[in-house]
């Protein structure tokens, strides 16, 4: 059997703006995509934090749908793996004989952890490794995390990929893989996919994939002038009409922060200052996912409900929408109806809930973790420790 190389997706469910995928397809050997459903995604159930967890898990399938489309295009095969990828790797390795490895690295706190276990696993099993970061605009390759200074310039620091460049051609294989062989019983094919959409159908604002992602950048930068009013609508009360609404193709990777500053480079029909302040929100998610890398294991606590004793009734009745507070009840319902709230929106609720007597703020990032489709734990973290100190520095939501 031919040696393989193979690009692991996680975080990054695209294939534009994708250095492994392109430096594993520059090798000219065979290449296969894998992906992996943790644990902590299949096993995502209905409980006191309500429904949303089953929109987190329809959009990832949605995602992983539409990457299999895009990867077909390429004549990459996807597998993905209803496991968790350590306990899957080394088998992975053996069977499809893989002698390389590509994958971002993930700024995620136990994503990290990961990723260092997995690194000496695949070192012991003398598989070659290649691994970028594509989370933020600046370059961590250029900039020390642990000393964040100015930029001489932005464009310093900005990924040098070409995302106009990086077209499908680009990708094409040299070779078919008909010699590709199935994976384990582990293995979850699009159908199964499929089937488990049908289950978790229902009406959605947000559609998982790049090709939604795409359009809905296209939308903003083009179609509809909202760039012009991006101060307006970041700020807007109203989350399916006044947001921008790019955080969710974001956070999980279907879009990159480069590919939406390309989008806005591109269009022409918004004033500078306009751009500039989604620029500003890009480079402050980039502040608090560093800030989040230096300080992880103070910055990254969250809790079960029950946890501690100083979990409150009146912490409870938050997260079930039954304050005395009838707006924040709106926001909290919201939520849970759609995974996502503006950033307004996200003050309004954790402004309350700061107000409460003895409540640990773990509990109100263990809500959002639940509840919110664009949930990262180093951005939304970041925002909620922001709120928490009151800080004249505005949240990062696009």
Not at 119 to 136: E, P, R
Not at 306 to 315: L, R, V
Not at 386 to 392: G, H, L, V, Y
Request: aromatic share 10%.
């Amino acid at each position: 059997m031919a040696k393989r190389k193979a690009v692991w997706f996680r975080h990054d469910l695209r294939t534009l703006d994708h250095p492994p995928l392109t430096e594993a397809l520059q090798t000219n050997e065979p290449v296969i995509a894998v992906a992996f459903i943790a644990s902590d995604i299949s096993a995502w159930r209905d409980d006191t934090f309500g429904q949303c967890n089953l929109i987190q898990q329809r959009f990832y399938y949605e995602a992983l749908l539409d990457l299999h489309l895009h990867l077909e295009q390429l004549n990459v095969p996807l597998i993905v793996i209803e496991s968790d990828p350590e306990d899957q790797w080394e088998a992975l390795i053996e069977q499809l004989n893989i002698d390389g490895v590509y994958f971002h690295d993930e700024p995620q706190p136990f994503n990290r952890q990961t990723t260092e276990t997995l690194t000496q696993q695949l070192k012991t099993s003398g598989v070659d490794i290649y691994s970028s970061f594509s989370k933020t605009l600046y370059n961590p390759g250029v900039t020390n995390t642990a000393q964040i200074k100015p930029p001489a310039s932005l464009r310093d620091l900005i990924y040098k990929a070409d995302v106009k460049k990086q077209t499908r051609k680009t990708f094409s294989p040299p070779h078919p893989q008909k010699d590709m062989v199935e994976a384990d019983a582990h293995n979850v094919s699009a159908q199964i996919l499929e089937q488990r959409l049908q289950c978790l159908a229902g009406p959605s604002e947000f559609i998982g994939g790049t090709t939604a992602g795409q359009a809905r950048l296209r939308a903003f930068t083009k179609e509809n002038g909202a760039l012009d009013h991006y101060v307006e609508m970041r700020e807007g009360i109203k989350p399916l009409d006044e947001s921008v609404k790019l955080s969710p193709w974001i956070s999980s990777g279907c879009l990159s922060p480069a590919m939406v500053y390309e989008a806005v480079q591109a269009s022409q029909t918004a004033p500078a200052k306009a751009k500039n302040s989604i620029y500003h929100d890009l480079l402050f998610r980039d502040h608090l996912i560093f800030q989040a890398m230096i300080y992880e294991e103070h910055a990254n606590s969250t809790i079960e409900p029950g946890a501690y004793c100083s979990i409150t009734k009146e912490a409870y009745r938050w997260a079930a929408g039954k304050t005395e507070n009838e707006e924040v009840n709106q926001i909290i319902q919201r939520i849970k109806e759609t995974g996502f709230a503006s950033s307004a929106e996200r003050k309004n609720i954790v402004d309350y809930f700061f107000s409460l007597p003895t409540v640990d703020r773990r509990f109100c990032g263990a809500f959002f973790a639940r509840n919110l489709i664009d949930y990262e734990a180093t951005v939304s973290t970041g925002n909620l420790l922001t709120i928490a100190a009151d800080a004249e520095t505005p949240t990062s939501t696009l």
